[in-house]
């Protein structure tokens, strides 16, 4: 598969802007379709800053606990491959797994940068491909959990993952699940973490799919996007 290595930086809130990351890895890797090899864990250097992540009173640190939730962690910047076909709105009211909101992708599947796959990555701070510090320190946890559906069933998504992001104060490890086919009705996902060295993660959550599995495209929904204990 030919990867592009164009990505989009995405300011919630802010116009929509496209960008080369510094340090990206053009390679088939975390949140890419097909990606056989897993990212190395890597060290981090004593001048990356990384912020502890303390859980709430359940024991939990979310990624998406809902629009605007102070709970909120991470942020979906990290646009991939095909990002002219993807449209998320945070704010969606159809069917949520917790009321209010959750989150709505569309992924049109029209192939506009030719990479024939999308997805996005969570990241801290935004636009943080391994080049700026940050991100935070999960060791206290032991898996990720997260609620999903499609539109219709049948979706396929190549890779859900946690972190994968490379460079020079890149992610110390990552983990995912995948192929994963949705279904209509919600249901929830978990991707293990024991065993893995999370003291520096900078992409939180990270999704792909492929127009080859997906060739009409597809509208997807997420919610409860938290670590665990």
């Given at each position: 598969m030919?990867i592009?290595r164009t990505?989009?930086?995405v300011?919630?809130?802010?116009?929509?802007?496209v960008?080369?990351?510094?340090?990206?890895?053009v390679s088939?890797?975390?949140?890419m379709?097909?990606?056989?090899?897993?990212?190395?864990s890597i060290q981090?250097?004593?001048e990356?800053v990384?912020?502890p992540?303390?859980?709430?009173?359940?024991?939990?640190?979310?990624?998406y606990?809902?629009k605007?939730?102070?709970?909120?962690h991470?942020?979906?910047?990290?646009?991939m491959?095909?990002y002219?076909?993807?449209?998320?709105?945070?704010?969606?009211?159809?069917?949520s797994?917790n009321?209010?909101?959750?989150?709505?992708?569309?992924?049109s599947?029209?192939s506009?940068?030719?990479?024939?796959?999308?997805?996005?990555?969570?990241?801290q701070?935004?636009?943080n491909?391994?080049?700026?510090?940050?991100?935070y320190d999960?060791s206290?946890?032991?898996?990720?959990?997260f609620?999903?559906r499609?539109?219709?069933g049948g979706?396929?998504?190549a890779?859900?993952?946690?972190?994968?992001?490379?460079?020079d104060v890149?992610d110390?490890?990552?983990?995912?699940?995948?192929p994963?086919?949705?279904?209509q009705?919600?249901?929830?996902?978990?991707?293990?973490?024991s065993g893995?060295s999370l003291v520096h993660?900078?992409g939180?959550f990270?999704?792909?799919?492929s127009?080859?599995?997906?060739p009409q495209?597809f509208?997807i929904?997420?919610?409860?996007?938290?670590?665990?204990s």
């Amino acid at each position: 598969m030919n990867i592009t290595r164009t990505a989009v930086v995405v300011l919630l809130g802010a116009a929509m802007a496209v960008a080369d990351p510094p340090g990206a890895d053009v390679s088939p890797r975390a949140g890419m379709p097909n990606a056989t090899t897993p990212s190395p864990s890597i060290q981090v250097p004593p001048e990356a800053v990384t912020n502890p992540a303390k859980p709430d009173s359940h024991g939990f640190f979310y990624i998406y606990a809902g629009k605007g939730s102070p709970q909120n962690h991470f942020i979906p910047s990290g646009w991939m491959g095909d990002y002219g076909d993807l449209r998320i709105d945070d704010a969606n009211r159809e069917n949520s797994k917790n009321a209010p909101t959750s989150i709505k992708i569309a992924y049109s599947a029209k192939s506009s940068q030719g990479a024939n796959w999308a997805g996005i990555y969570w990241q801290q701070p935004a636009n943080n491909w391994g080049n700026v510090s940050g991100g935070y320190d999960l060791s206290h946890y032991k898996k990720l959990t997260f609620w999903a559906r499609g539109a219709h069933g049948g979706e396929k998504i190549a890779e859900f993952k946690v972190g994968g992001i490379t460079g020079d104060v890149g992610d110390t490890d990552s983990a995912s699940i995948g192929p994963v086919t949705l279904t209509q009705d919600w249901k929830q996902y978990t991707i293990d973490l024991s065993g893995k060295s999370l003291v520096h993660i900078i992409g939180g959550f990270a999704w792909s799919a492929s127009r080859t599995d997906n060739p009409q495209g597809f509208s997807i929904y997420l919610d409860n996007i938290r670590f665990e204990s």
